[in-house]
């Protein structure tokens, strides 16, 4: 059996995503709403501020993501400017909506 090549970056490539906070950067892709695939350049490291505000995030051990970049990610899902690959709809809280 042959091992089919990876081609999901042909297909939909990783765009580019600036942090509304600090400007940082990075190149996304958003394979479903729940999934997101993202690539720090050493630019958007440095310029990140909640890395430089996170004493462990130098080496990327003691950083589990910034915030402000995931919520600039999600507005650019929602907005249509990054593409959600599987096609779902925006998913919906209905607890939220109905307490």
Avoid: Y
Avoid at 23 to 33: F, G, H, L
Avoid at 42 to 56: D, S
């Amino acid at each position: 059996m042959a091992v089919r090549p990876d081609v999901r970056l042909d297909d939909s490539p990783m765009q580019p995503v600036t942090c509304t906070r600090c400007s940082a950067r990075v190149e996304a892709r958003k394979s479903s709403w729940e999934q997101t695939t993202i690539q720090w350049s050493a630019a958007a490291i440095t310029a990140c501020q909640e890395r430089r505000e996170n004493p462990g995030a130098s080496d990327g051990v003691g950083f589990a993501g910034c915030s402000s970049l995931a919520e600039s990610i999600r507005e650019a899902a929602v907005s249509g400017s990054l593409p959600v690959q599987s096609g779902d709809p925006l998913p919906v809280n209905d607890e939220a909506a109905h307490p």
